[in-house]
């Protein structure tokens, strides 16, 4: 099984609003990332976790918080967005840590992805 | 930096054609590298991958190879159906452990 599930499926939030992501995977999988997809572009890494320990942060504006709470899931909190922040977003978990070198567990599983629209 | 360079889309086939959609990578080493697809509406699938030079990565009748001399990794299919009109991603794993993507290829499959 390589499923990664997020929910909602669909978001539409003012930019005075407070929501979250969700994002939860069962493979036992000690990785997860949060990526950003604008219409008609690639998926931009945002953020990534390892071992339940924030990793990476690409320089991704405050107003998108990330969280870990256990090793199945990862949030997204979302406060006070832009216009532009209006996209695709999409987790993604990896069996290995992604610092540890190559290997065949390295391999990153996507979920369908939260489509975000801010009015 | 590491980086990843397709063809440029769209790619409009009819069914039963031959498709290749070239793929090349500039990077330190000798990354893994994958294709993953995006059907509409959707997120990315992984469709295969090639974690050293002159493997072949294949998967539901595509094929790729690593190939260092040319630093590419090319995509192939024999014979496209329509239920193959997607975009396709190639991506290289990056010194961090993260995916560098191309920009995608669109691909139109006609009946």
């Known amino acids: 099984d390589t499923e990664v599930t997020q929910t909602p499926k669909h978001l539409v939030m003012g930019m005075t609003n407070k929501k979250s992501l969700k994002c939860e995977q069962h493979m036992g999988h000690r990785a997860m990332y949060w990526y950003k997809q604008k219409a008609k572009k690639p998926p931009e890494l945002m953020f990534v976790?390892?071992?339940?320990?924030?990793?990476i942060n690409e320089s991704v504006p405050s107003r998108f918080s990330p969280e870990c709470p256990n090793s199945s899931l990862l949030n997204l909190h979302l406060h006070a967005l832009q216009p532009e922040d209006s996209a695709l977003y999409l987790c993604?978990?990896?069996?290995?840590?992604?610092?540890?070198?190559?290997?065949?567990?390295?391999?990153?599983?996507f979920g369908p992805g939260t489509r975000l629209l801010v009015l | 930096g590491d980086s990843v360079t397709q063809m440029e889309g769209p790619v409009t086939l009819s069914e039963e054609a031959f498709l290749t959609i070239n793929c090349t990578y500039t990077a330190t080493g000798y990354p893994s590298l994958f294709w993953y697809v995006q059907y509409p509406g959707e997120g990315l699938q992984l469709l295969l991958k090639a974690t050293k030079a002159d493997d072949k990565g294949s998967n539901k009748g595509f094929e790729a190879t690593y190939r260092k001399e040319t630093t590419s990794f090319h995509l192939e299919k024999g014979s496209v159906q329509v239920s193959d009109s997607a975009v396709y991603f190639c991506a290289l794993r990056g010194s961090q452990g993260n995916l560098i993507f191309g920009k995608g290829t669109k691909l139109s499959v006609k009946p």
């Open positions: 976790y390892s071992y339940e320990k924030l990793s």
């Open positions: 993604a978990s990896s069996h290995r840590d992604p610092l540890s070198g190559q290997g065949p567990q390295e391999t990153q599983y």
